[in-house]
Each structure stands twice: as structure tokens, then as C-alpha cells.
Antibody
Framework: DELLVASGGTLVQPGGSLRLSCEGS????????MHWVRQAPGKGLEWVANIYQRPIQPSYAESVRGRFTISRDDARNLLSLEMNSLRVDDTAVYFCARGKYNFGSSYLDSWGPGTQVTVSP | DIQLTQSPSLLSASVGDRVTITCRAS??????VAWYQQKPGKAPKLLIY???TLQSDVPPRFSGSASGTEFTLTISSLQPEDFATYYCQESKNYLMTFGQGTRLQIK
């Protein structure tokens, strides 16, 4: 079965940094787009970033561009999100998700359970 | 950037009811909308992609349709397990956008 497991979420102070990881299994990881999506407490879903293969560059939501960096290690089936200059409004559950892309159509067909990031003094 | 506006934000219905949730895109052109179901404390689950294609293992009481920039998710006969929050989603130029969500609650 396809499985995505995110880890690394914790309590961090404003201005701090954190690295999230997501390990995929049960599918050919390198063939898929991978995404991070977050959900602040009591709020809706917010897409954060995605990554595929070079030469396609990763894409970011405007709210995190310049502060967050998405990366992948296909040899280890690992997706990462490096988060810098964290703000209180970055507090959320962060989900990693597998994406499918086909001539403009892009959707997320498998999700991990999420990891909690709390940014607070 | 494309904006997706869902309506209603809150929907009260009973088991057996037929319900429809609408998602409107802010721009014209080609659209490929997906729909997700999320239950409290859980990750979202893909229901429909490309506006009307049912994801495998999703019951056929769920359906999707499109007309111009308006997209609808219909549940033909509500079951107890369908009470949840539903989100539409689209992607343009590799950037992804979600609607604000529709919470479906028991009347």
C-alpha cells in the first residue's frame, strides 16, 4: 500500500528554523510530483510548495516564497521542507501529498497524516 | 492567481438528501478541478479529479460536473459517513489553489 509519513513538527520560536521530512513507500517515489499542504487551526487547506524533477523548478505559495525550500532525495524516497524565518502564522498541520500532473491537470491522490508545527514565543 | 470560491460555506442536510456544493473560478480558460473530503483530525481524501472523474474506491453517489467557470460536487443520497468538510482545488502554472471549504453537517 502507498504510504506517506511526515515527521519533524515541533514547537519553535518566531524567527526560528525547522526541517520537515516525509518518507514515501509502496510506490515509485521518483516518478511523482510531491507537495506540502498546510492547515492552520480551524482553517482550510493552503498549498505550500511542490517539486518534481529537474529541469522543472520547485514552486511555492507567495506566503512562504523566499523562506521555505522544498527538496527531495529519490534514492531515499524522502521529501523535505526547510522552513526559515518562521512566523506565528506558519502554525499549522503540515501534510505531505503525492501529486499527479497531466497536461494542466494537477491533483493530490495520496496524503500522509500530517505533522504539527507550532510557532510561538 | 486563480481564486476558487465555494458555496455554501456551511450546509445542513439529512441522511438520504441530495446535496450540491459549488466552486467558482475567478478566471476563464481551461480548468481541471479536483474535490476532496476531510474529516476532523484526518488528512484529506481525493474524491474527484478533472471535474468529473471519480477516484477509485469512491462510492458512485459522489459526482462532479462543470459549466464554464462553475464546478459542482453532488452527493446523490447522503450517508452518515459523508458528513465532513469538502474542498475544491485547481492548479495553474504549477501553483495550486484550494477553495475555502464547505462544512456539511447533520440537520
Amino acid at each position: 500500500d502507498e504510504l506517506l509519513v511526515a515527521s519533524g513538527g515541533t514547537l519553535v520560536q518566531p524567527g526560528g528554523s525547522l526541517r520537515l521530512s516525509c518518507e514515501g513507500s509502496g510506490f515509485t517515489f521518483r516518478m511523482y510530483w510531491m507537495h506540502w499542504v498546510r492547515q492552520a487551526p480551524g482553517k482550510g487547506l493552503e498549498w505550500v510548495a511542490n517539486i518534481y524533477q529537474r529541469p522543472i523548478q520547485p514552486s511555492y505559495a507567495e506566503s512562504v516564497r523566499g523562506r521555505f525550500t522544498i527538496s527531495r532525495d529519490d534514492a531515499r524516497n524522502l521529501l523535505s521542507l526547510e522552513m526559515n524565518s518562521l512566523r506565528v502564522d506558519d502554525t499549522a498541520v503540515y501534510f505531505c501529498a503525492r501529486g499527479k500532473y497531466n497536461f494542466g491537470s494537477s491533483y493530490l491522490d495520496s496524503w500522509g497524516p500530517g505533522t504539527q508545527v507550532t510557532v510561538s514565543p | 492567481d486563480i481564486q476558487l470560491t465555494q458555496s455554501p460555506s456551511l450546509l445542513s442536510a439529512s441522511v438520504g438528501d441530495r446535496v450540491t456544493i459549488t466552486c467558482r473560478a475567478s478566471q476563464g480558460g481551461d480548468h481541471y478541478v479536483a474535490w476532496y473530503q476531510q474529516k476532523p483530525g484526518k488528512a484529506p481524501k481525493l474524491l474527484i479529479y478533472d471535474a468529473s472523474t471519480l477516484q477509485s474506491d469512491v462510492p458512485p453517489r459522489f459526482s462532479g460536473s462543470a459549466s464554464g467557470t462553475e464546478f459542482t460536487l453532488t452527493i446523490s443520497s447522503l450517508q452518515p459517513e459523508d458528513f465532513a468538510t469538502y474542498y475544491c482545488q485547481e492548479s495553474k502554472n504549477y501553483l495550486m489553489t484550494f477553495g475555502q471549504g464547505t462544512r456539511l453537517q447533520i440537520k
